[in-house]
């Protein structure tokens, strides 16, 4: 039975209410229609919805939206009348959201994107039940603390549901925001949001008549039979490309000239100049600074034309070597991709040496440039089924972030997905939560944790809070980053086997594998009990990350020893993985489909250790 409520707001009955458009346009039309929806299925009540200013109309619920840069809102009342204005057109969503979640509303998950996917529909709910009553001093005032919000996952794959959570802008071009969602944050032309270099310079039309333009690689600038993302990086002491790259930016804005953002960013390869400039250059400046002095004569000329859009350049790969010797133009904004951080720390945490030297890299940055983005790599990339441990560092990290003047988030959570086993639904959660509200409390975080569980898993869901905590400790000492879900030292030195082979993805002794899924299978099992078959299957897609884990560990030393029976039995188990991963379109592997996979779907014996996992990421350098 779902939960109604009697809504009084200032004690006079919702029904007394009409909803006002103030400010019609497709947004606060649709925050309109959705309040209307909302309070009718909490209250049962259908609210009238009326367009224009209503001056005699005194028990209004009155949306509004201004034109301001920073999305936030405020909800307040002005005699009886209930004022729900937004900062801009997508804040008059958030506003009306806002209010929902004050009178008790919680939108967990976004609805399926994809025909027959088991879990289905949207999981929202309503928490209250009873009277509830919106007090006359009832004032809510919040603004953004990141100026662009956004993840790729396939749990924020819905607009709807992305504006429900704050997400407000659509990278890669993977999502697009309508009107009526208040649009989104965008970087000029489509798919441009980084690696521009060899899009703003063409090597197949510069390459012949300004081969001076791009890398010099072994004393020679190769310019054909490349293909853009093969591409030699610009020579970035030649400034004679800056028309070139400049022109190409302009072409770009009269195609999206509603951009906020534009690349001029590295290709994603290693490919820089070793000319005899440019090597002096790394010298006095770094790779870094060397960058920046060549996008800030990109800035320069460009700002004359569009003064208000901002230059995004990446400190990446070699680029990361962030230091004090440039200052960044003032339209300049650095993306800065921390493809080493360690996943089982905060980045604060003094203990752990890599967040260390992340730390340093990120406030030096923040003392050269007064915008920065960071590109989050918040999974495993090698092994897509592999559960991070970064559910209780996330709110320590994102704070910092903030702390460290970041304005800009995106964080790849889970890419190349259709579903998976590794929590999606709850991070996606939490991390729209954090990135609207970086500096929420331990208890509220916590709240936020445990709402979703009883939520979406069902009253079962102390077992999982249970199993999520143990996971997450489970190796405190540790450190190991997303890029390959490598292990690392104390000293951050990669672990390595007897061969030298870096060690992947272990988190705990192998002698302790077993009997903590054991565990961690009981632990499913209590949560299953009584659970009805939407929860039942969530709660079976979540579990599969521990069978997983446990054969990854345990199959291989039975498959090579010579107990048939144990032999018969793993296969079994092993065919029980592949049936859960088919049933619920679970991947592998992250870049499976853009490398070549086993067959393991035609030979269960394949011990699950030996499945062909991406291992070509970042250029083949399994110490990127
Ligand atoms: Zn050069
Ligand atoms: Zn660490």
């Known amino acids: 039975m779902e939960n109604k409520i009697f809504l009084t707001l200032t004690g006079e009955r919702i029904e007394s209410y009409a909803i006002v458009v103030k400010t019609p ?11 209307m929806q909302y309070l009718l299925k909490a209250t049962g009540k259908a609210l009238s919805i009326l367009y224009g200013e209503q001056k005699t109309l005194e028990n209004a619920i009155e949306i509004a939206c201004e034109e301001k840069f920073k999305d936030g809102f405020s909800l307040r009342f002005d005699g009886k009348k209930l004022l729900l204005t937004g900062n801009n057109e997508r804040s008059a969503l958030y506003a009306v959201y806002e209010f929902l979640e004050r009178i008790g509303w919680r939108f967990f998950t976004q609805k399926a994107q994809y025909e027959c996917a088991p879990q289905g529909y949207a999981c929202e709910k309503l928490l209250t039940s009873g009277n509830v009553d919106i007090p006359q001093d009832f004032c809510v005032t919040q603004e953004a603390v990141f100026d662009y919000r956004d993840g790729s996952s396939f749990a924020l794959g819905d607009v709807g549901f992305c504006a429900k959570m704050r997400i407000n802008a659509q990278t890669w071009g993977s999502k697009r925001f309508p009107p009526a969602l208040g649009g989104a944050r965008t970087f000029a032309y489509r798919g441009c949001e980084g690696h521009t270099f060899g899009k703003l310079v063409p090597i197949d039309v510069y390459g012949k008549t300004n081969p001076e333009f791009f890398a010099e690689l072994d004393g020679v600038r190769k310019t054909d039979g490349v293909t853009w993302d093969s591409a030699p990086q610009l020579c970035l002491t030649n400034f004679n490309s800056v028309p070139v790259v400049v022109s190409t930016m302009k072409k770009w804005m009269e195609v999206t000239p509603k951009a906020e953002y534009i ?80 996943r089982n720390h905060a980045l604060s945490d003094k203990n752990c040496a890599l967040n260390r030297a992340n730390y340093k890299k990120l406030e030096t940055l923040s003392k050269v440039v007064d915008e920065i983005f960071i590109y989050d790599y918040r999974h495993c990339l090698r092994y897509a089924m592999l559960h991070f441990t970064d559910l209780f560092t996330l709110r320590d990290t994102v704070r910092t972030y903030a702390d460290l003047h970041v304005k800009g988030i995106f964080s790849e959570v889970n890419i190349h997905s259709l579903n998976q086993c590794t929590f999606e639904e709850l991070r996606a959660y939490l991390f729209g939560k954090l990135l609207w509200n970086p500096y929420m409390s331990e208890e509220e975080y916590d709240r936020h944790i445990d709402e979703f569980l009883e939520g979406y898993y069902g009253k079962g869901w102390r077992h999982i809070r249970e199993y999520l905590d143990k996971w997450s400790s489970i190796n405190p000492k540790m450190h190991y980053t997303s890029f390959y879900g490598a292990m690392i030292s104390d000293d951050a030195k990669y672990l390595r086997d007897e061969q030298g082979n870096p060690i992947y993805a272990q988190f705990m002794p192998k002698e302790d594998v077993a009997p903590f899924c054991d565990w961690a299978n009981a632990k499913f099992d209590e949560a299953l009990k009584d659970a009805d078959y939407t929860t039942r299957i969530r709660l079976e897609i979540v579990r599969t990350n521990v069978i997983w884990y446990e054969l990854f560990h345990t199959m291989k030393d039975v498959m090579s020893g010579d107990d048939e029976n144990a032999k018969a039995d793993m296969t079994k188990r092993c065919k029980d993985l592949c049936s859960r991963m088919r049933k619920y379109m679970m991947k592998y592997t992250v870049y499976i489909g853009m490398s070549n996979t086993t067959y393991m779907y035609d030979d269960f014996s394949m011990p699950v250790s030996e499945w062909h996992y991406a291992s070509n990421i970042a250029g083949g350098d399994p110490l990127w």
């Open 25 to 35: 346009n497709e947004a606060t039309v649709y925050a309109a229609s959705e309040l």
């Open 263 to 342: 690349s001029v960013s590295q290709n994603d390869n290693k490919l820089f100049c070793q000319c005899e400039k440019c090597r002096s250059s790394y010298e006095k400046y770094g790779y870094f600074g060397t960058l920046i002095r060549y996008v800030n004569k990109v800035a320069k000329v460009f700002e004359k034309d569009y003064p208000n859009v901002k230059i995004h350049t990446y400190a990446y790969s070699k680029t990361d070597d962030i230091n004090e010797s440039v200052k960044a133009h003032k339209n300049v904004m650095v993306q800065w991709c921390p493809t080493r951080m360690c």
